[in-house]
C-alpha cells in the first residue's frame, strides 16, 4: 500500500467510488487549494481504495487543531490496517502544522468507525455530543 497527497481533480475523480456522492469538479478544485484542507489516498496497485480528509481549524484562544473530516476503505480492503495508516499519516501532518490535538465526530453505534479510530491512538473521552445544523 502506498499513501499520497491528492493534488489534482482527476485523482479524486479516480477515487469517486470511495466517496459518499460523486466528486463535483468545482469543489474538488476549491477543497484542494483551500489552506489548511487536506486529503491523502490510499493505493494499491496504482488503484485507489482508501482516503482521509481533514480541515485544520484555528481559533485565537486555542491554537490550531485538526478536524478529521472523513474516512472511507473500500470494503475488500478493510481490515488490513489500510484506515489506520491513512489516520497516522493525517496525525503526522498535524504534527508537522503545529497542530495541539486532533478529533472525528463518530456515531455512536458505529463500532468499526471506532475500533479503527481507537487502534490508530485515539480516545474516546466520553463528554463530545455533536449538535448539527441542514443548510441543504
Not at 481533480?9 to 478544485?29: G, T
Not at 495508516?85 to 486532533?102: D, K, N, Q
Amino acid at each position: 500500500m502506498e499513501i499520497r497527497r491528492a493534488t489534482t481533480v482527476d485523482e479524486l475523480s479516480a477515487a469517486e467510488h470511495l466517496f459518499d456522492n460523486p466528486v463535483r469538479p468545482e469543489w474538488a478544485e476549491r477543497f484542494l487549494t483551500t489552506a489548511g484542507h487536506h486529503l491523502f489516498l490510499a493505493y494499491e496497485q496504482d488503484a485507489p481504495v482508501g482516503f482521509v480528509s481533514g480541515v485544520e481549524t484555528v481559533h485565537p484562544d486555542k491554537g490550531t487543531e485538526m478536524f478529521l473530516y472523513e474516512l472511507a476503505v473500500a470494503e475488500p480492503f478493510r481490515r488490513r490496517g489500510t484506515g489506520r495508516a491513512l489516520i497516522r499519516t493525517l496525525a503526522a501532518l498535524a504534527r508537522e502544522h503545529g497542530c495541539y490535538g486532533m478529533w472525528v465526530g463518530v456515531d455512536t453505534g458505529n463500532d468499526v468507525a471506532l475500533a479503527t479510530y481507537r487502534s490508530a491512538g485515539g480516545k474516546d473521552d466520553g463528554t463530545c455530543t455533536v449538535v448539527t445544523w441542514d443548510f441543504g
